[in-house]
T-cell receptor
Framework: AQKVTQAQTEISVVEKEDVTLDCVYE???????LFWYKQPPSGELVFLIR??????QNEISGRYSWNFQKSTSSFNFTITASQVVDSAVYFC????????????FGSGTRLSIRP | DGGITQSPKYLFRKEGQNVTLSCEQN?????MYWYRQDPGQGLRLIYYSQIVNDFQKGDIAEGYSVSREKKESFPLTVTSAQKNPTAFYLC?????????FGPGTRLTVT
């Protein structure tokens, strides 16, 4: 079965705190793709990152970082020094098929950053 | 500007009426997708099309229909057979591994 679990429904932190969004996935595929998307209040999903199953190297982009661990089937997302503009719903997703032609989304984590 | 447009942003219909949601892209992407989002849930795949004149059912296709006559356009019809059509509908197109999303249409059926 293919499944993505985001156990944290809602998280609220004060601005400048670090926050980690958890993502656990299930798949029997040997080749797969993992994604994070951001959905601000406007509704449009914004692509943040993609990792391939054969590349466990962690990635940092400014205040954002991602930790991919195949041993625990997790792909966690950390925001360092959070800002109010980071407030959004964040989705983790699992892609399968050639070119990740189909994506399965987690239920999302609503992140609120309080000033 | 290149992108995906969905219109209208908000749509209201009476129960029993069919309604068609528009999705247009000028990104020259071959693949396009329709998702449904309900409150507190992730996106669920309704239909997708990898190429013109071809499309496949997703996980929740019942009560929906699509067409793909042009590369740029992938309209979704919500039929009266859809039991609970009120939702937020998102269209996407894919280049390589990444999907790019439109702004969505919020459909309310009363």
């Amino acid at each position: 079965a293919q499944k993505v679990t985001q156990a944290q429904t809602e998280i609220s932190v004060v601005e400048k705190e670090d926050v980690t969004l958890d993502c656990v996935y299930e798949t029997r595929d040997t080749t797969y793709y993992l994604f994070w998307y951001k959905q601000p209040p406007s509704g449009e999903l914004v692509f943040l990152i993609r990792r391939n199953s054969f590349d466990e190297q962690n990635e940092i982009s400014g205040r954002y970082s991602w930790n991919f661990q195949k041993s625990t089937s997790s792909f966690n997302f950390t925001i360092t020094a959070s800002q109010v503009v980071d407030s959004a719903v964040y989705f983790c997703a699992l892609g399968r098929g050639s070119s990740a032609s189909k994506i399965i989304f987690g239920s999302g984590t609503r992140l609120s950053i309080r000033p | 500007d290149g992108g995906i447009t969905q219109s209208p942003k908000y749509l209201f219909r009476k129960e029993g009426q069919n309604v068609t949601l528009s999705c247009e892209q000028n990104l020259n992407h071959d693949a396009m997708y329709w998702y449904r989002q309900d409150p507190g849930q992730g996106l669920r795949l309704i239909y997708y099309s990898q190429i013109v004149n071809d499309f496949q059912k997703g996980d929740i296709a019942e009560g929906y229909s699509v067409s793909r006559e042009k590369k740029e356009s992938f309209p979704l019809t919500v039929t009266s057979a859809q039991k609970n059509p009120t939702a937020f509908y998102l269209c996407a197109s894919r280049r390589g591994y990444e999907q790019y999303f439109g702004p969505g249409t919020r459909l309310t059926v009363t």
